[in-house]
């Protein structure tokens, strides 16, 4: 053959191989991941329906659900801004600030359990937890519902959402509606969601390197399944520690809930899916920068020394992971009328 058609042949093999292994890389990512449903999930003995999910919205943007009347839910997890507060740590009642940053209440119907510890089992059982935190909003179940029974214009809203029960304004029903409607806080169709339903060119060259250092290097061990990241709990520092300054010792994660001597500094391994949005980073937040926390990653969990490239690659990779962010309208809350109890300072 000619010096022609043999060039053109090693050409035409070389296309090949190239097309077979990202295929073989692409099966390789729908092995490991899945890619977030359009619609809201069903939760368990919670259904939705659209009045009770517009009861959820208003109470997760209802500020006197909090003792100061001052903070909503989306005060510290702002929607519109990826579900977080852009703080290390949260700014809660009296300007306190908590122990741990807010992690994005965005797909976090699909975590494995809430809460960096994953003390809480689901959403309706974490919503409780910040309403009577002392340095988050710092009320009461009674006076939730207190509260709510002194604004005239919940009456209504809680009985088109609980039909037919007769005092339907009650803490678990409070609960229940925050957590259908955070179940529609979800973020489809990110690059990475069409690449998995198996659009090649959803991602460009840099990205699909970067997943595939994601998954050789050990990442994907821990950030899996269609939250990439949310369903298991590791040790912040599998193989080398981080300095006290984000790992300080006097969190030691898990062991909180379990007391377990084995789960001292385990954390529910995050979701990376709108990562590049969420910064700063680890339950501390105290980094800043993705590409530094991609390569302390590298060193605590893997023992590998990652390259300034293959840190920008994977940097790349998780940008592919911002999906389509939820466009909610401001629910116009009922007014408050004189006898409606009053913030307190
Ligand atoms: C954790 C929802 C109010 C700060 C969470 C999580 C959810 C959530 C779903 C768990 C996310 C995950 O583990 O991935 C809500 C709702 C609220 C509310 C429905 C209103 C009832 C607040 C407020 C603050 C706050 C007002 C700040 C003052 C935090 C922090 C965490 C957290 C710091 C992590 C705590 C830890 O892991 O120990 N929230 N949140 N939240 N939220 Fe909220
Ligand atoms: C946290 C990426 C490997 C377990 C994180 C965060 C990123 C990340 C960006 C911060 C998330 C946030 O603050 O919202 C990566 C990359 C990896 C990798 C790029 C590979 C180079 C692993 C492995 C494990 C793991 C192999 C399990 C052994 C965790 C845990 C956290 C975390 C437990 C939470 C740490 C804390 O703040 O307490 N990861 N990860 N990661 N990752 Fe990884």
Known sequence: PSIKLVSLMVLASLAT?????????????????????????PLAGNAATPAKVELGKMLY???????????????????????VD??????????????RNAPTVYNAVFDV??????????????????????VEMDTTEAHVVEQLKGIPGYAAVF???YPAVPDPITFDNVRKAIALFEATLTTPNAPFDRYLKGDEKALDANQQEGLALFINKGCAACHNGINVGGGMYAPFGVVERPGADILPPGDKGRFAVTKTVSDEYVFRVPSLRNIALTAPYFHTGKVWDLRQAVAIMGSSQLGAKL?????????????????DQPKVALPILPPSVATTPRPKP
């Open 113 to 134: 359990a809430q809460f960096w510890d994953g003390r809480a089992k689901d959403l309706e059982q974490q919503a409780g937890g910040p309403l009577v935190n002392p």
């Open 86 to 99: 852009l703080q290390e740590t949260s700014l809660g009642h009296r300007w306190q600030h908590g122990g």
């Open 307 to 323: 390259s300034d490239e293959e840190v920008g690659k994977i940097e790349v990779f998780l940008g592919a992971l911002t999906g």
């Open 159 to 161: 009985a088109k959402a």
């Open 17 to 41: 191989g190239q097309a077979w292994s990202q295929t073989a890389l692409m099966k390789q990512a729908q092995g490991l991941f899945k890619p977030i449903p359009a619609n809201a999930p």
């Open 61 to 83: 943007f209802e500020p006197r659900l909090s003792e100061s009347h001052a903070i909503s839910c989306n005060s510290c997890h702002m929607v519109g801004m990826g579900g």
